[in-house]
């Protein structure tokens, strides 16, 4: 049997882990994140795009591990807020940012829209890079609207706020049996498949 191919997952964060290697699940990949290494290049954030933050990640974790490298960044943009908080996501509430912290700021400066004025997508971006350099660059969307409060356990970052009208839930309701099969993180994926599968046969 083939050895299964090293893919490093340029992430810190467990639970976006979790769920790169729930959706990879099936491809023959040994996955490991940055928590497996020491003494890491620093990685600023800086770009103004998901797809130029991913593509930084992967080609700089790539060129240190000289494995496949898989980097990714994502974030929620709304309409309302002219696209933010986008690639600021993470740290939207500033300094003393957490996730909750971050929903709350959202909705406070939705305060007072209807729903119909609460539209927002989450957007993916999946870079694949190995020692040589870029391999490929994917992305994902999904479309949402902000609810008014916080529902669902399920889930990370903005998961409780972003409501799919069709179910009307939550990310962090519905759970992964249907979140995997329609987020922003799975529709890139399953594009990133496609390249990684093609890697594994070279």
């Known amino acids: ?23 990879l699940k099936g491809l023959n990949l040994e996955i490991t994140s940055l928590a497996h290494y020491e003494k890491l290049p620093r990685i600023i954030e800086s770009g103004k795009t998901f797809r130029q933050n991913a593509i930084k990640k992967a080609v700089k974790i790539a060129h240190f591990t000289k494995k496949l490298t898989l980097g990714e960044d994502s974030g929620l943009c709304v309409y309302a807020l002219g696209g933010a908080p986008g690639v600021y996501s993470s740290r939207f509430a500033g300094r003393d940012k957490s996730d909750p912290k971050n929903n709350q700021k959202v909705l406070q400066l939705l305060a007072g829209l ?3 004025k609460r539209k927002a997508h989450y957007v993916c971006s999946v870079a694949l890079a190995d020692k040589d350099g ?8 999904c479309n949402g609207r902000i609810a008014f409060a916080p529902r669902g356990t399920f ?18 309701q519905l759970g992964p049996r249907i979140k995997h099969k329609m987020s922003h993180r799975y529709l890139a994926l399953e594009k990133a498949k496609k390249i990684i599968e093609k890697y ?3």
Request: positive net charge; hydrophobic residues 40%.
């Open 134 to 141: 870029l391999v490929g660059v994917v992305e994902g969307r």
């Open 155 to 172: 889930g990370f970052g903005y998961d409780p706020l972003f409501l799919i009208p069709k179910y009307n839930q939550t990310f962090a």
């Open 1 to 23: 049997m083939k050895p299964k191919l090293q893919l490093v997952v340029a992430t810190k964060n467990k639970k976006k882990l979790a769920e790169i290697k729930e959706i």
């Open 114 to 116: 209807p729903l119909k």
């Open 200 to 202: 594994i046969e070279k």
